[in-house]
């Protein structure tokens, strides 16, 4: 079993930046693809940017430019830098991990996932 859990949350004004970081614990290895997800009000959860098993790493259209994910392994810690932030990028922002090396975008295919932080820009 895998444990997730996310930091890095809050309030900022728009243009503003923000860094999330994704604590793993557990039964986690250097062969799960890693994501970050996010969900507004009344909005289906996306995906916002992802990191396969190789370092390859992929941006929904949205974010790209703007946001960075990286990991470090030796920290079993994901992070997302997110700049120029708008009011579009409020939601609830989720890590997930998934048993697999590919890249992917769709939260169905992630099997853990943590409780998520709030990123409120107004």
């Known amino acids: 079993h895998v444990q997730l859990v996310e930091s890095g949350g809050g309030l900022v004004q728009p243009g503003g930046s923000l860094r999330l970081s994704c604590a793993a614990s557990g039964d986690i290895n250097t062969r799960y693809s890693m994501g970050w997800f996010r969900q507004a009000p009344g909005k289906e959860r996306e995906g916002v940017a992802v990191?396969?098993?190789?370092?390859?790493?992929t941006y929904a259209d949205s974010v790209k430019g703007r946001f960075t994910i990286s990991q470090d392994n030796a920290k079993n810690t994901l992070y997302l830098q997110m700049v120029s932030l708008t009011p579009e990028d409020t939601a609830m922002y989720y890590c997930?991990?998934?048993?697999?090396?590919?890249?992917?975008?769709?939260?169905?295919?992630?099997?853990?996932w943590g409780q998520g932080t709030q990123v409120t820009v107004s």
């Open positions: 997930a991990a998934g048993r697999f090396t590919f890249w992917s975008l769709i939260p169905d295919d992630y099997n853990y």
């Open positions: 990191i396969d098993s190789d370092g390859t790493t």
